[in-house]
Antibody, heavy 122, light 108 residues
Framework: EVQLVESGGGLVQPGGSLRLSCEAS????????MYWVRQETGKGLEWVAA???????HHPDSVKGRFTVSRDDGRESLYLLMNSLRAGDTAVYYC????????????????WGRGTLVTVSS | EIVMTQSPATLSVSPGERATLSCRAS??????LAWYQHKPGQAPRLLFF???TGAPGVPARFSGSGSGTEFTLTISSLQSEDSAVYYC??????????FGGGTKVEIK
């Protein structure tokens, strides 16, 4: 079955760290760019990390310097290391696959996991 | 950053009736727009990419249209299982994707 399964969420104190994992199955993981997208309760979706097939990584300013995305193609897994966590980082974190559209030349998110909840609170 | 605005925030429709969801971009995204269906506790499900190209398995009652800054998702005859939150997503600038705030579709 083609799927993404996130893990590693939980309760962490402000200033703490957490490492999320996303295990892929059913497709050739190394061939896809991957994303982490989060959703605060009652709010919209926000991308927090993207990583290309060559390991090139990107983060928006809101998490740059605190979050680091990585991948292990051998383990078919995506990771998100989150440091200096704040209350505003409380959200469900989703792992998503970025698929290349050969017609347009652009990439869209075509497969998502169910997410893992991160709560930052004392 | 491209801001995506969805309307309405909530849509209450009777079974069998048409539901029309709107998504507006703050600047042109061409047709680099996707729609997702999200039910509680489930993974978001891709419905359309390239504004109007259906993902595998999407029922024919769903359709996507639009280009530039104005996009529409239409459910021609609403079924009970269509109750969900629907999001639009622009991917015109990689990796700086952005999403709309969502439209919650309720069954009246």
């Amino acid at each position: 079955e083609v799927q993404l399964v996130e893990s590693g969420g939980g309760l962490v104190q402000p200033g703490g760290s957490l490492r999320l994992s996303c295990e892929a199955s059913g497709f050739t993981f190394r061939s896809y760019d991957m994303y982490w997208v989060r959703q605060e309760t009652g709010k919209g979706l926000e991308w927090v990390a993207a990583i290309g097939t060559t390991g090139d990584s990107h983060h928006p300013d809101s998490v740059k310097g605190r979050f680091t995305v990585s991948r292990d193609d051998g383990r078919e897994s995506l990771y998100l290391l989150m440091n200096s966590l704040r209350a505003g980082d409380t959200a469900v974190y989703y792992c998503a696959r970025s698929k290349y559209d050969f017609v347009s030349g652009y990439r869209y998110l075509d497969l998502w996991g169910r997410g893992t909840l991160v709560t930052v609170s004392s | 950053e491209i801001v995506m605005t969805q309307s309405p925030a909530t849509l209450s429709v009777s079974p069998g009736e048409r539901a029309t969801l709107s998504c507006r971009a703050s600047q042109s995204v061409g047709n680099n727009l996707a729609w997702y269906q999200h039910k509680p506790g489930q993974a978001p499900r891709l419905l359309f990419f390239a504004a109007s190209t259906g993902a595998p398995g999407v029922p024919a009652r769903f359709s996507g249209s639009g280009s530039g800054t104005e996009f529409t998702l239409t459910i021609s005859s609403l079924q009970s299982e269509d109750s969900a939150v629907y999001y639009c997503h622009q991917y015109n600038v990689w990796p700086q994707v952005t999403f709309g705030g969502g439209t919650k579709v309720e069954i009246k």
